[in-house]
T-cell receptor, first 113, second 114 residues
Framework: DAKTTQPNSMESNEEEPVHLPCNHSTISGTDYIHWYRQLPSQGPEYVIHGLTSNVNNRMASLAIAEDRKSSTLILHRATLRDAAVYYC??????????????FGKGTMLLVSP | NAGVTQTPKFRILKIGQSMTLQCTQD?????MYWYRQDPGMGLKLIYY???????DKGEVPNGYNVSRSTTEDFPLRLELAAPSQTSVYFCASSYIAGSMETQYFGPGTRLLVL
């Protein structure tokens, strides 16, 4: 599986936008970029995913670089409830067969009031 | 829907004891997974199943066994507990539709082996 690189931690203030970066320089053409987050003492939850185009949903936006070697998860207005560990994961959806998700250490987002 | 449920929430085991961690999902998902998460680390895949009767090893399967007799249930068995198995265990289930897969996680089981 292609690997991702994320900062260990980031800080933000409440009500401000947050940009969480992810580098994946060895991404293949069939790798989708998935983001999950894990709130304290809970299991991870799905946030968003994309292939080439930028994506938006009710939780966040995903901006994907044109060369696909990096992406950014954007939280438009951080709240205290967004404090969590955010995981950037590549999943191969090609014809090579079934592919599981590999979770790294992620980025711990701290949100201050 | 209850989603993915796990029991127990917390357990203390002595070295050499055995136990089964229960996992049930009510979303009719074919795919189910067991992960462990050590303090400050990401999740590591122990075993997964792509359907009833089919299981496969993940990254860290040693010391564990699984079975999948029904779509809903995916129990994880620890036969001889060791301190290295102290961790938080998460069960997850998912469906795959084309390129899209969303995994739904349970609340976790915290296991302490002394």
């Amino acid at each position: 599986d292609a690997k991702t690189t994320q900062p260990n931690s980031m800080e933000s203030n409440e009500e401000e936008p947050v940009h969480l970066p992810c580098n994946h320089s060895t991404i293949s053409g069939t790798d989708y970029i998935h983001w999950y987050r894990q709130l304290p003492s809970q299991g991870p939850e799905y946030v968003i995913h994309g292939l080439t185009s930028n994506v938006n949903n009710r939780m966040a936006s995903l901006a994907i670089a044109e060369d696909r070697k990096s992406s950014t998860l954007i939280l438009h207005r951080a709240t205290l409830r967004d404090a969590a560990v955010y995981y950037c994961i590549l999943r191969d959806s090609g014809d090579s067969g079934y592919s599981t998700l590999t979770f790294g250490k992620g980025t711990m987002l701290l949100v201050s009031p | 829907n209850a989603g993915v449920t796990q029991t127990p929430k917390f357990r203390i085991l002595k070295i050499g004891q055995s136990m089964t961690l229960q996992c049930t999902q009510d979303m009719n998902h074919n795919y189910m997974y067991w992960y462990r998460q050590d303090p400050g680390m990401g999740l590591k895949l122990i075993y997964y199943s792509v359907g009833a009767g089919i299981t496969d090893k993940g990254e860290v399967p040693n010391g564990y066994n699984v079975s999948r007799s029904t779509t809903e249930d995916f129990p994880l068995r620890l036969e001889l507990a060791a301190p290295s198995q102290t961790s938080v265990y998460f069960c997850a289930s998912s469906y795959i539709a084309g390129s899209m897969e969303t995994q739904y996680f349970g609340p976790g089981t915290r296991l302490l082996v002394l």
